[in-house]
């Protein structure tokens, strides 16, 4: 096997590791650190790193996946567009198996309907351009990592004439969220891991918030294992000293300032709205929906018979996203709701903090963080 | 929400380039970071490149990991 | 009248074109005895002393033809390879056909000529096929559904029943070469070295058969990878299979297109690999005989297998990083992702 990069080199994972028991034993307490980023999130369970952390640090997943925070009624909503006639739903991978009220993309595929997986909004456009007598709706979920790619795509649309492509927006931002778990009494987060690819989208600058608003250390870091564990190592640090600050850990990617010219192509389709997130509820500003003069683009606006949605009944997804609990705690975990089977979407998404805690970290030997 | 990868850009033309990773090579759109230049390290997520790698910021991570692993167990 | 380029619905229907097909664009490269006699039924000579062994297949491919292979190269070789894992000598395939019409008749020539060259590499023979035709629209180009007879020797005793605690495991080449490259086809990854392996393996099995040591049980790693594999074998053996991800025999070709769809190369599947379980005793030996073959470089031990834990995983891995994680039976098939 070629060897792994040195982010990933296991000498110096080992040796960071080593470093964080030490900086641990500074602290006076045990602290909660909150990773807001479903990459993170797979990331973490994959290289076991929960494992080398200490006892008094315990990392939590919370809502980081955009495909757990979205909405049932926006899977009911993409469904029925897929029933539609003339119509091609063109969707990321993550959202197939997604349940929604009755069923998920990949059953209503399964009866007929035109629902494709593409890599890139790009493919989505092209399939549109393929297929001019069609609808073509891409299904736009995702962060502000994805929502530039969205706005390129339909830039394109624009300039090409390209008619016959729509959105359905499903976009959400990272920081009204973290502002509301912050104000949130039930949530006990001291420290958080920034997510690295948003923040090269928006810089740095955009999470100062956490810090000069609430007092939280906050650290911009990459996916590797090196790169979580100077984070870790580095909020430690700042709780142990009591200075919260927001540090970039991944300067190698992200500027202070972000960029620019994807920040600009945003705000040119977007503007923000008050939308729901499953589990959170409705959090003021923390969506983005197409701006008016785009309606032409926005599947939104087509007519289809969208179910009133049914949430699934015992599902704590919520409390599993603020943090609040872990997953073990629903008592749907690993019985009625498993990766086959799943009731709420933290289960379905492979980085959802169920379905990874449900692969990577149910049945570890010992230790059940 | 954050696959995205590491990969050199190899071709580029006005809006659309070819990034490559160990021998894979696909066409990326360059309409977020239209300054990339030919050989820059560049993240690319979902066909786009959304940001380039700064090569000394790259450089000085690395040495740094080096310095940790070989002071392992000596502080 | 011209012939038609694509297939029509009368392709199927039994009657002269039906029989233009036959002749012209399967039996000149299927030719064999049993085939050219074009009765019902294929009459064989007697079978070598030993079981026989019979196994069934379907397959259908996106796209159907791809760097290292094709649907018909790739449904003799999935064939002939369940039967060389089970320790069955492979004698005779059955080759049918669905059909859908609009089928360009010169990509339908790339599936015949793939199989016949895939039999021939496996020193194999079609000895029966059938072909029906399906509405445009109804059929996904075209399905291919075979069945496979082969012989095993008197006291060759290959399955799951004799997987053990303290066996190695060993894959015969790296991993996920195959669905890589049907998946990097599918979402406009390029490259040179990107080539499905797929391949027939019955000369492979062979030879590891014969190196004197004490093989348990082998698999073919298909859809849903090595990990997949393991759980079957664990599963049915009653066991607890560690994998060590340092091991990992993992292309740098393949390493990328997983990384850029956010695939796991542990679920992703070969079509030209074995996995086998052996005492940890004879693994070198093993090893050593399948590094020797063309189609066993890169061979390496994986794993080993360990007692079942109550409660415990049945599959795990030991990272890079010395902490063990549970490897999950996939809900489905491994779908690309953004997250």
């Given amino acids: 096997m070629s060897a792994p990069s040195p982010y990933g080199e296991p000498q110096a994972v080992a040796a960071l590791a080593e470093r964080v028991m030490k900086a641990a034993e500074r602290l006076s307490r045990r602290v909660t650190l909150m990773e807001v980023c479903g990459t993170h999130t797979h990331a973490i369970a994959a290289a076991g790193l929960r494992r080398l952390l200490p006892a008094k640090v315990r ?52 009866e007929g309907a035109d629902v494709r997986i593409v890599y890139s909004p790009r493919d989505a456009l092209q399939i549109a351009r393929e297929n001019p007598g069609s609808t073509v709706v891409f299904l736009a979920v995702g962060f502000e990592t994805t929502v530039p790619t969205v706005a390129a795509a339909l830039a394109e649309a624009e300039s090409d004439g390209v008619g016959n492509f729509l959105i359905l927006s499903g976009h959400k931002i990272m920081p009204p969220p973290m502002r509301a778990l912050a104000r949130d009494p039930e949530v006990q987060v001291d420290g958080y891991l920034l997510p690295g690819h948003v923040s090269v989208i928006t810089g740095s600058n955009a999470f100062a918030f956490v810090a000069e608003e609430f007092g939280i250390p906050a650290v911009v870091v990459g996916f590797t294992p090196t790169d979580v564990l100077r984070g870790v190592e580095a909020l430690v640090g700042c709780l142990a000293a009591g200075k919260p600050e927001v540090i970039n850990l991944y300067s190698r990617v992200v500027r202070p300032e ?46 289809v018979e969208v179910p009133e949605p049914v949430e699934p009944a015992g599902c704590r997804c919520g409390e599993v996203l603020k943090g609040s609990i872990d997953p073990p705690e629903c008592p749907l975990f690993a019985t009625a709701c498993t990766p086959t089977s799943p009731v709420g979407a933290c289960m379905v998404s492979s980085e959802g903090t169920c379905a990874a805690w449900y692969r990577h970290e149910r049945l570890a030997t010992g230790d059940a963080r | 929400m954050c696959l995205a990868v590491p990969m050199k ?59 940790v692993a070989d002071a392992r167990g000596t502080w | 009248m011209k012939r038609p380029d694509t297939i029509l619905l009368a392709h199927g229907g039994g009657g002269r ?83 859908e019409e609009g089928l360009e008749i010169a990509l339908l020539q790339t599936f015949v000529e793939g199989a016949a060259r895939a039999a021939a590499e496996a020193g194999v023979a079609i000895v029966a096929g059938d072909t029906k035709v399906v509405p445009h629209g109804k059929g996904d180009r075209a399905y291919v559904v075979t069945a496979g007879l082969g012989v095993v020797p008197p006291k060759r005793d290959l399955g799951d029943h004799r997987v053990a605690s303290g066996d190695a495991v060993v894959v015969s080449g790296p991993l996920g070469d195959h ?161």
């Fill in chain 3, 179 to 339: 669905g890589a490259t049907v998946m990097a086809c599918r979402h406009k990854l390029g490259g040179e070295g990107l080539r499905s392996d797929c391949a027939p393996l019955a000369a492979l099995a062979e030879l590891v058969l014969k190196a004197g040591a004490e093989v348990h049980a082998m698999h073919d790693p298909t859809r849903g990878g090595l990990a997949t594999t393991c759980h079957e074998v664990a599963s049915r053996a009653g066991v607890r299979i560690v994998l060590e991800q340092a091991a990992i025999p993992v292309r740098p070709q393949v390493r990328s297109v997983c990384e850029l769809l956010g695939l796991d190369p542990l679920y992703v599947a070969c079509e030209g690999r074995i996995v086998l379980f052996l005492p940890d005793r004879d693994s070198d030996r093993v090893m050593k005989a399948l590094n020797g073959h063309p189609l066993g470089q890169g061979s390496v031990r994986v794993g080993s297998v360990a007692a079942a834990q109550a409660g415990g995983a049945p599959v795990v891995l030991q990272t890079l990083y010395n902490t063990e994680r549970p490897l999950d039976l996939l809900a489905g098939s491994e779908l690309p992702r953004i997250c």
């Fill in chain 2, 9 to 67: 850009l190899i071709e580029r033309s006005e809006a659309l380039g070819v990034a490559e990773l160990d021998g894979v090579r696909r066409e990326v759109s360059l309409m977020l970071q239209p300054d990339a230049k030919l050989g820059d390290y560049v993240l690319v997520h979902a066909g786009y490149v959304i940001g380039t790698v700064d090569e000394e910021e790259a450089q000085a991570t690395i040495e740094l990991l080096r310095q």
């Fill in chain 1, 258 to 303: 972000g960029n620019t010219t994807a920040q600009a192509l945003v705000a040119r389709f977007f503007t923000t709205a008050d939308v729901v997130w499953r589990g959170l509820g409705s959090i003021p500003g923390s969506g983005l929906a197409l701006r008016p003069e785009f309606a032409h683009r926005d599947a939104a606006l087509l007519e």
């Fill in chain 3, 17 to 99: 074109l039906t029989q233009e097909l036959v002749r012209e664009v399967f039996l000149p490269s299927l030719t064999n005895p049993a085939l050219a006699t074009l009765s019902d039924s294929a009459i064989l000579e007697k079978l070598p002393p030993g079981r026989p062994a019979l196994t069934t297949d379907a397959f259908v491919v996106d796209p159907p033809v791809f760097p290292g292979g094709d649907l018909g190269y790739l449904s003799v070789c999935g064939t002939v390879n369940d039967l060389a894992v089970a320790g069955a000598r492979p004698v005779a395939l059955t080759w049918a056909l669905v059909l």
């Fill in chain 1, 59 to 110: 990392l939590i997943a919370g809502p980081g996946c955009p495909v757990c925070v979205t909405p049932v009624g926006y899977v009911d909503r993409a469904e029925a567009l897929a029933r539609r006639p003339g119509t091609i739903v063109t969707t990321f991978g993550d959202l197939l198996r997604v349940p929604s009220s009755r069923g998920s993309l990949e059953r209503v595929r399964g």
